[in-house]
């Protein structure tokens, strides 16, 4: 069963509003733990999940952590964190 995580009361707040999450760029929805692998739900354009390896907006999915997502684009690392955190 995956470890859940309480989601920041900023994310929740920005979750109800209209025009909160950028539509234009990829944006982290969520994270979540298993006992063997990590996924994270993310959109950029529509949702996905993504694990590890996969490819993201021409990056890699380099690490998946609580609440943060890395990509590795070019050999430079970038985070995506929950909206509001």
Excluded: Y
Aim: hydrophobic content about 40%; proline content about 5%.
């Amino acid at each position: 069963m995956a470890n859940e995580t309480s989601t920041p009361a900023s994310t929740l707040a920005a979750a109800t509003q209209q025009g909160a999450l950028p539509l234009r760029r990829i944006t982290l929805l969520g994270t979540m733990h298993g006992p063997s692998n990590a996924r994270a739900l993310v959109r950029g354009g529509k949702v996905a999940r993504v694990e590890i390896g996969d490819t993201l907006d021409r990056a890699t999915v380099a690490a998946i952590g609580e609440g943060v997502v890395i990509l590795s684009r070019g050999g430079r690392a970038e985070e995506l964190r929950l909206p509001g955190t």
